[in-house]
């Protein structure tokens, strides 16, 4: 019901933003520039779907492997997931372009921060590293592809993740390395799917 109400005053906001926005234009006499010859994409209804539509992010770049993706379209939560999935990567996209433009934090910062397109992604919903304990007995499973730009190996231990969901057994994360200041400029998403093994799921 939270992340529910949580949805809906975000669009409320939106929309109210957007029709600030589009008052200005016509008042500057640009009415032409109100309209939305394209309607942009909506959420995906799957991770199939989401998948197909990554190309959207310019800002983003996703190793994860899709098939682990996937396996979450089987779940009873799939929809409800990948439209939160979609609005995690595109907070990283926002990220990702703020700097480049020069915003000298990190995602954590962004988040908090006043920036046009910040505050998107709940904090509460934000992980920038896992317990000691975890990382000792299960790291291997936190190492996903990257460049060879970014890494000789081209594989990368990443520690920051989101979380799609904190019940049941799948509980997706999306794992990502903050590589705007890097050689790539993006942020890379290595890891989308059902939970990782932890203390908790041990």
Not at 19 to 43: H, I, N, S, W
Request: charged share 30%.
């Amino acid at each position: 019901m939270e992340e529910a109400l949580r949805a809906l005053d975000d669009v409320e906001r939106a929309r109210a933003e957007a029709d600030v926005l589009r008052r200005r234009l016509r008042e500057a006499g640009r009415y032409e520039d109100t309209v939305v010859a394209e309607q942009p994409f909506g959420v995906p209804d799957s991770f199939e779907e989401l998948w197909e539509r990554l190309g959207t992010f310019e800002g983003v770049l996703v190793t994860a492997a899709k098939n682990k993706a996937l396996e979450l379209d089987g779940v009873d939560r799939a929809r409800v997931w990948a439209a939160k999935a979609w609005s995690a990567l595109r907070a990283l996209d926002s990220y990702a372009q703020a700097a480049g433009e020069g915003f000298n934090g990190g995602f954590y910062q962004y988040c908090t921060s006043d920036h046009p397109g910040a505050g998107s992604w709940p904090l509460k919903q934000l992980a920038t590293a896992e317990s000691e304990t975890t990382m000792n007995r299960w790291g291997a499973e936190r190492i996903f592809p990257v460049p060879k730009d970014v890494d000789p190996s081209g594989r990368k231990e990443m520690q920051a993740h989101l979380k799609l969901d904190s019940k049941g057994s799948a509980s997706p994360r999306i794992y990502f390395l903050d590589d705007t200041k890097g050689v790539t400029g993006q942020v890379i998403v290595g890891y989308i799917g059902p939970h990782l093994t932890n203390t908790k799921t041990n």
